[in-house]
């Protein structure tokens, strides 16, 4: 495939997956519409509960970048018969370390119940079992994108955000469900996505009675650093929401969640190039060629997500205008939402501030998240430790800020802006070539003796 084929290739699947995402975004943002019904406190406690499934999420993380490395690897029939072997086993394993997450909560539960402010253990509870499709979902889209299957990816993305906006409003509106309802219809969409991952990714883990031992020790040499790896970026993106409702309590969390969404819309805005990305390295480096896709990633995740940005500072500034001069909207709402408005001017100028610091903020971590997978794709781990001490040293400093809101969020920008700078530097600061990198592991050794 010629250069430019290589080009329209990458456009038309990224194209795709960001269509796709973003459809599926729209449907997720459509679920906060329901954020007046569920009220301030309930609300909050949602976005609580999504926090601690993003959190969850981190060990299928690695699980997803090594199945997709593995895929696209697997060229020969032996390497297929282990990416079998490969698949079943940790579908298996998975499962006891969800039922083992799941006995802790169940021992821990009033700890939990009460740290989160959680009124119904039912909340707590679906968010676990949420932790179960977090660990077999990344498996199975692992090996889509291995597979280069980027049309069902974006399936599973839709049906994932559209499923649960559907789930959540027949609970919410209909059976009248809050923060309980509004979590287990999340649940029903991302079981939605899993299944048809399942389904599409049917003839690599179902396939009968392959015949190779699985071995263990490569892939915890694998799974490790990239679990540690993209689970910094993880952390990064989802503990201040847990900590603020921790150490906040209850009050303007709801406030805080919805500034939160916007900005971390604009991280997985980003997502699906890097989808499209990581296998294509992985394939590319397995052919020992060379490829110029981490640079044309890079420059579409910073286009689109400062416009993006820029966008949502207007949408404040506007909000901040409204709130200044609710006598504008008067002519264009009913009297109750009129009253409802002028009565959260206060709350609707905060959300507007916490939207501006928020998004600005977010976004070294959105480049951050692309340069990190192009490390993780090419098996450069040396980075995975440095990571790790700029996520002590956030994770310290988060819980000496309080104060307010501006600040958790000022200090998960400084952060965020550490560590782009710390991927950077191992991206370009010492790069080898890529063969010559490929050269040093242990795939290309077994094969080249």
Same mark, same amino acid.
């Given at each position: 495939?010629?250069?430019?084929?290589?080009?329209?290739?990458?456009?038309?699947?990224?194209?795709?997956?960001?269509?796709?995402?973003?459809?599926?975004?729209?449907?997720?943002?459509?679920?906060?519409?329901?954020?007046?019904?569920?009220?301030?406190?309930?609300?909050?406690?949602?976005?609580?509960?999504?926090?601690?499934?993003?959190?969850? #999420? !981190?060990? +299928?993380?690695? $699980?997803?970048?090594?199945?997709?490395?593995?895929? @696209? *690897?697997?060229? =020969?029939?032996?390497?297929?018969?282990?990416?079998?072997?490969?698949?079943?086993?940790?579908?298996?394993?998975?499962?006891?370390?969800?039922?083992?997450?799941?006995?802790?909560?169940?021992?821990?539960?009033?700890?939990?119940?009460?740290?989160?402010?959680?009124?119904?253990?039912?909340?707590?509870?679906?968010?676990?079992?949420?932790?179960?499709?977090?660990?077999?979902?990344?498996?199975?889209?692992?090996?889509?994108?291995?597979?280069?299957?980027?049309?069902?990816?974006?399936?599973?993305?839709?049906?994932?955000?559209?499923?649960?906006?559907?789930?959540?409003?027949?609970?919410?509106?209909?059976?009248?469900?809050?923060?309980?309802? #509004? !979590?287990? +219809?999340?649940? $029903?969409?991302?079981?939605?996505?899993?299944?048809? @991952? *399942?389904?599409? =990714?049917?003839?690599?883990?179902?396939?009968?009675?392959?015949?190779?031992?699985?071995?263990?020790?490569?892939?915890?040499?694998?799974?490790?650093?990239?679990?540690?790896?993209?689970?910094?970026?993880?952390?990064?993106?989802?503990?201040?929401?847990?900590?603020?409702?921790?150490?906040?309590?209850?009050?303007?969390?709801?406030?805080?969640?919805?500034?939160?969404?916007?900005?971390?819309?604009?991280?997985?805005?980003?997502?699906?190039?890097?989808?499209?990305?990581?296998?294509?390295?992985?394939?590319?480096?397995?052919?020992?060629?060379?490829?110029?896709?981490?640079?044309?990633?890079?420059?579409?995740?910073?286009?689109?997500?400062?416009?993006?940005?820029?966008?949502?500072?207007?949408?404040?500034?506007?909000?901040?205008?409204? *709130?200044?001069?609710?006598?504008?909207?008067?002519?264009?709402?009913?009297?109750?939402?009129?009253?409802?408005?002028?009565?959260?001017?206060?709350?609707?100028?905060?959300?507007?501030?916490?939207?501006?610091?928020?998004?600005?903020?977010?976004?070294?971590?959105?480049?951050?998240?692309?340069?990190?997978?192009?490390?993780?794709?090419?098996?450069?781990?040396?980075?995975?430790?440095?990571?790790?001490?700029?996520?002590?040293?956030?994770?310290?400093?988060?819980?000496?800020?309080?104060?307010?809101?501006?600040?958790?969020?000022?200090?998960?920008?400084?952060?965020?802006?550490?560590?782009?700078?710390?991927?950077?530097?191992?991206?370009?600061?010492?790069?080898?070539?890529?063969?010559?990198?490929?050269?040093?592991?242990?795939?290309?050794?077994?094969?080249?003796?």
């Amino acid at each position: 495939m010629s250069k430019e084929d290589h080009k329209k290739d990458f456009a038309r699947q990224g194209s795709w997956m960001v269509i796709t995402t973003f459809l599926s975004g729209v449907c997720m943002l459509a679920v906060h519409v329901f954020a007046p019904i569920l009220g301030d406190k309930e609300y909050g406690l949602f976005g609580a509960l999504l926090a601690m499934v993003n959190l969850m #999420a !981190i060990p +299928g993380l690695g $699980l997803q970048s090594v199945f997709a490395q593995q895929t @696209a *690897a697997a060229v =020969s029939f032996e390497e297929k018969e282990r990416l079998t072997v490969a698949a079943k086993k940790l579908l298996a394993w998975t499962f006891f370390l969800w039922f083992g997450w799941a006995l802790f909560v169940f021992i821990f539960q009033k700890k939990f119940s009460e740290g989160l402010s959680i009124a119904k253990p039912v909340a707590l509870w679906m968010t676990i079992l949420i932790g179960l499709t977090q660990l077999w979902g990344p498996i199975l889209t692992g090996i889509l994108q291995g597979q280069q299957k980027f049309w069902w990816m974006g399936w599973v993305a839709i049906a994932n955000g559209l499923g649960r906006f559907i789930a959540v409003a027949v609970i919410v509106l209909l059976f009248h469900g809050r923060a309980t309802g #509004a !979590i287990t +219809g999340t649940f $029903l969409g991302i079981s939605i996505g899993v299944l048809i @991952a *399942a389904l599409q =990714s049917r003839a690599v883990w179902l396939r009968v009675k392959p015949q190779f031992d699985f071995d263990w020790r490569s892939w915890l040499a694998r799974i490790v650093p990239l679990t540690l790896g993209l689970g910094a970026g993880q952390f990064i993106l989802s503990a201040d929401m847990i900590f603020v409702r921790a150490v906040f309590g209850q009050d303007q969390t709801g406030i805080y969640s919805a500034s939160g969404m916007f900005g971390r819309g604009l991280v997985a805005f980003a997502a699906p190039l890097t989808m499209v990305m990581f296998p294509k390295i992985v394939h590319n480096i397995s052919h020992g060629k060379k490829t110029n896709v981490l640079g044309y990633t890079l420059l579409a995740t910073a286009v689109m997500c400062g416009l993006a940005a820029a966008l949502c500072t207007v949408l404040a500034i506007v909000l901040k205008h409204f *709130a200044a001069s609710p006598e504008l909207l008067k002519t264009y709402l009913s009297s109750a939402r009129f009253e409802w408005f002028t009565n959260r001017t206060a709350d609707v100028s905060l959300l507007a501030t916490l939207i501006t610091w928020f998004v600005w903020c977010m976004l070294p971590l959105a480049l951050a998240n692309v340069l990190l997978n192009n490390l993780m794709a090419r098996k450069q781990f040396r980075v995975v430790p440095y990571l790790l001490l700029v996520i002590a040293g956030y994770f310290t400093t988060l819980t000496m800020s309080g104060g307010s809101f501006v600040r958790v969020i000022q200090v998960l920008g400084i952060f965020n802006f550490i560590f782009l700078a710390v991927i950077a530097i191992f991206t370009w600061g010492g790069k080898t070539s890529e063969v010559a990198a490929l050269a040093r592991t242990p795939d290309l050794q077994e094969k080249n003796s």
